[in-house]
């Protein structure tokens, strides 16, 4: 989508401190960091939200959570991380393009707020 920050991002036409990309995903340091470690994960395909998804994006899903798993360990998150998606606007959603938070780097609480 034209109008979208995360697609720019994917299409390198904004700049991102990039740790990790692939055909089918990016992952890169969030501009405003909620912990010492916080990535944002996309996919390259625009989706919406989560209530956008279709069983045509179960690999898509899967390729990606696997990924952070191992963009956590490259990290050096051995002792524990998060993985948050706001969907909607209640949810907290402000990017209409799904994407994952990891954060770690420190004790993390429940409820975040």
């Known amino acids: 989508?034209?109008?979208?920050?995360?697609c720019k991002i994917a299409s390198k036409e904004i700049p991102s401190k990039l740790v990790y990309e692939?055909?089918?995903m990016m992952a890169f340091?969030?501009?405003e960091p909620q912990a010492p470690t916080h990535v944002v994960i996309i996919p390259k395909?625009?989706?919406g939200s989560l209530d956008d998804l279709s069983n045509e994006?179960?690999?898509l899903i899967g390729h990606i959570f696997l990924s952070i798993k191992d963009i956590a360990k490259a990290l050096d998150l051995r002792?524990?991380?998060?993985v948050v998606s706001n969907c909607g606007e209640l949810g907290g959603q402000t990017v209409?393009?799904?994407?994952?938070h990891l954060l770690g780097?420190?004790?993390l609480q429940w409820p975040p707020g």
């Open 1 to 6: 989508m034209a109008d979208c920050i995360f």
């Open 22 to 24: 692939d055909d089918y």
């Open 29 to 31: 340091h969030d501009i």
């Open 45 to 47: 395909e625009h989706i």
């Open 57 to 59: 994006h179960k690999n």
């Open 79 to 82: 002792e524990g991380y998060r």
């Open 96 to 100: 209409g393009h799904i994407h994952f």
């Open 105 to 107: 780097g420190r004790q």
